[in-house]
């Protein structure tokens, strides 16, 4: 069974830093990886998609990296800022897409 | 409006009520995924249609859940007899499957309290 885990559970950064949220996924075999935004009580916006041939995908300000066969993937924010608050989540793409439990993103001014 | 959509966004039941939500995919999606997220959690898959054909079903979806996809368009998820651990984000999204699997897009939910 596919298990997805992301650190950290929660982060805290002021405005303008650069930041990473870790993703992990136990099993390789997938079609691809996606990295989706979530605000509260809303549902969910994708943010960038990484087919499994591919190794990152860019857009604006993200960056997101895929390692398939170490099972690991990472979303980079450069220069964040307060309207990049929101819950960030990893999928993993077999037949169905599996979450993990998100990542809780606070940019402070 | 061309995303997913989701009705009602919210919806409050007594426990042991019957609710039905409704999803209407992108128009020229043919798959249509059905998820529920409970607080603090990631979305959980419920299960999935390819057009008109339910293919896959979650060992969540127990018999007091049914979901339906008439004619490859429109879906609706009913939950008999709810109950309060039945209360949670449904979240539904579709995709377009054309030889490799494509991006999924998420309706805003229906958010189910079952009091």
């Known amino acids: 069974k596919q298990e997805v885990t992301q650190i950290p559970a929660a982060l805290s950064v002021p405005e303008g830093e650069n930041l990473v949220l870790n993703c992990s996924f136990t099993d390789s075999a997938i079609y691809n990886l996606q990295w989706f935004r979530q605000d509260p009580g809303k549902g969910l916006t994708s943010l960038l998609l990484i087919q499994s041939s591919q190794r990152e995908q860019t857009s604006g300000r993200l960056n997101a990296s895929l390692d398939k066969s170490s099972g690991r993937s990472t979303l980079y924010i450069a220069a964040s800022q307060p309207g990049d608050s929101a819950t960030y989540l990893c999928?993993?793409?077999?037949?169905?897409?599996?979450f993990g439990k998100g990542t809780m993103l606070l940019v402070s001014p | 409006d061309t995303g997913v959509s989701q009705d009602p966004r919210h919806k409050i039941t007594k426990r042991g009520q019957n609710v039905t939500f409704r999803c209407d995919p992108i128009s020229e999606h043919n798959r249509l995924y059905w998820y529920r997220q409970t607080l603090g959690q990631g979305p959980e898959f419920l299960t999935y249609f390819q057009n008109e054909a339910q293919l896959e079903k979650s060992r969540l979806l127990s018999d007091r859940f049914s979901a339906e996809r008439p004619k490859g368009s429109f879906s609706t998820l009913e939950i008999q007899r709810t109950e309060q651990g039945d209360s949670a984000m449904y979240l539904c999204?579709?995709?377009?499957?054309?030889?490799?699997?494509?991006?999924?897009?998420f309706g805003s939910g229906t958010q189910l309290s079952v009091l």
């Open positions: 999204a579709s995709s377009l499957e054309v030889g490799g699997v494509g991006k999924l897009f």
């Open positions: 999928a993993v793409l077999y037949s169905t897409l599996t």
